[in-house]
């Protein structure tokens, strides 16, 4: 075989390699359509090109790919290549400090050196395409990194946390320092402005959610703890980013599907459930901190609604309708003389 099919071959060799986790030499002999002496040697090419292969002998066994001092070239099929482009276009406009410009650089290289044909489809699909996006607020990656690593081994997180306390009626502002927390974290979920951190935290003995953006001098300990069960991270961010932060928890039936609902409210809004009774309804649970405003966004929604708590919410949808009433009643204005 030529030098050139050779080096294709080995090529084609590390992409199989980044797409899954593991390959024995008959899958990888079958796939490049040669023998496993083959494979072998290609193998031993990697290697001496700075890739760790790693093979481990016997029955479940096979080569893997492994972490190296440089970053492997990422071998990219069409599919992969788009949705890659596209990924990065998005991501320029994130909450990730730094990442903007970060993924304007790879979003650059990686159309350097796509084919003609993908970087018209790719062109195609940013031309048709916009982003309103709100205010994020951006985090540190560092804080990220070490916050994913902890979760990731199992270790204990120390940090100074800046609580939310919104000024009550009649009441003053809260305004206390950070306090030290020490927690297990669990999981890292995003929204579509903030991040959140999921975590045991020790001196509470319970869960609770942490806003990374209130974190300062995050440090993870070499304190391992055994994972305990946990809720879902995902719907208990949510139920904690929806109601916790506020003065006021609205629970309101809706004569509408839940995904009709979850289309006009975002997760970090409003969580929708299905209602066990049925009938065509569902559950709305919203948080804030003003009922009148609360009572404003339940009716923009334009569904039959059912009031179930609090009993403010009623008096405050009495006050929006006789404001409505007095508005479409109202005689209008005399127009201005020429």
């Known amino acids: 075989m030529t030098v050139e099919g050779t080096t294709e071959r080995v090529l084609r060799l ?5 797409r899954r986790p593991s390959w024995t030499a008959t899958e990888l002999a079958a796939e490049l359509r040669v023998t496993d002496r083959s494979i072998r040697r290609d193998v031993e090419r990697l290697r001496a090109l700075g890739y760790p292969v790693h093979a481990t002998a016997g029955v479940g066994g096979g080569y893997q790919l492994g972490a190296g001092t440089r970053l492997p070239p990422l071998l990219l099929d069409d ?3 788009i949705a890659t482009a596209v990924s990065l276009r998005l991501a320029s406009g ?8 970060a993924a304007l650089r790879a979003l650059a290289k990686l159309d350097q050196v796509m084919p003609p044909r993908l970087r018209a ?15 994020g607020i951006e985090i540190d990656p560092e804080l990220l990194v070490t916050l994913a690593r902890a ?6 997180v120390r940090f100074h946390y800046t609580a939310h306390n919104p000024a009550r009626e009649g009441e003053a502002r809260d305004d206390r320092p950070p306090r030290e927390r020490t927690v297990e974290p669990v999981r890292l979920v995003a929204t579509a402005r903030r991040w959140y951190l999921m975590a045991w935290d020790i001196d509470r ?11 300062r ?3 993870a300990t070499t304190w391992r703890f055994r994972p305990r069960d946990h809720p879902d991270p995902v719907a208990y961010v949510q139920r904690s980013v929806t109601e916790s932060p506020y003065r006021h928890h609205a629970r309101v039936r809706l004569h509408a599907h839940p995904d009709q609902v979850r289309a006009l409210i975002p997760p970090q809004v409003g969580r929708v459930e ?9 559950l709305l649970t919203a948080g804030g901190d003003d009922l009148d405003w609360l009572a404003v966004r339940i009716a923009a929604l334009g569904f039959e609604t059912q009031i179930l708590a609090p009993p403010g919410l009623r008096q405050a949808a009495a006050r929006l309708a006789r404001n409505l009433t007095a508005m479409s009643t109202h005689p209008a204005a005399a127009p201005d003389p020429p």
């Open 274 to 282: 299905a209602d066990p009774e049925g009938d065509g309804w569902c």
């Open 151 to 156: 979760c990731r081994d199992a270790v204990r």
């Open 205 to 215: 003995d319970d869960w609770r959610t942490f806003r990374l953006d209130r974190m």
């Open 94 to 101: 994130g909450t990730v400090a730094g990442a903007g410009e």
């Open 121 to 135: 489809e790719v062109r195609a699909v940013h031309g048709a395409m916009d982003t309103l996006l709100g205010p």
């Open 14 to 18: 590390l992409a199989l390699l980044q």
């Open 79 to 81: 599919e992969e290549a």
């Open 217 to 219: 001098d995050v440090t």
